[in-house]
Nanobody, 122 residues
Framework: QVQLVESGGGLVQTGGSLRLSCTASGRTFSTYAMGWFRQAPGKQRELVAGIRSVGFTTYADSVQGRFTISRDNAKNTVSLQMNSLKPEDTAVYYC????????????????WGQGTQVTVSS
């Protein structure tokens, strides 16, 4: 069982930056692929960024070049640095953990955090 707790959401103006953090419980954090998903009102949940246990990363086309995902296996944390934020980035952001990378590619996961709201004002 893995528990995920997010922090760092909030309200920011267009062009601003936010950093989301997620802390995971458990001793096997390094074996999990970690990711950030988001869900805007009326839209499906989508993978924003993912990072495998060995460091390989993937990003949604809409955030490529603006967002950076990173992990610290010693601290059981994964972070998402979000720069040049746009109103369309407004959503609830969820931290996720999975042992199957393919689940991320299908917008699924084994474990989810409770979500943190990110609002970008125009």
């Amino acid at each position: 069982q893995v528990q995920l707790v997010e922090s760092g959401g909030g309200l920011v103006q267009t062009g601003g930056s936010l950093r989301l953090s997620c802390t995971a419980s458990g001793r096997t954090f390094s074996t999990y692929a970690m990711g950030w998903f988001r869900q805007a009102p009326g839209k499906q949940r989508e993978l924003v960024a993912g990072i495998r246990s060995v460091g390989f990363t993937t990003y949604a086309d809409s955030v490529q070049g603006r967002f950076t995902i990173s992990r610290d296996n010693a601290k059981n944390t994964v972070s998402l640095q979000m720069n040049s934020l746009k109103p369309e980035d407004t959503a609830v952001y969820y931290c996720a953990a999975t042992l199957s990378w393919n689940k991320f590619l299908k917008s699924s996961s084994d474990y989810w955090g409770q979500g943190t709201q990110v609002t970008v004002s125009s």
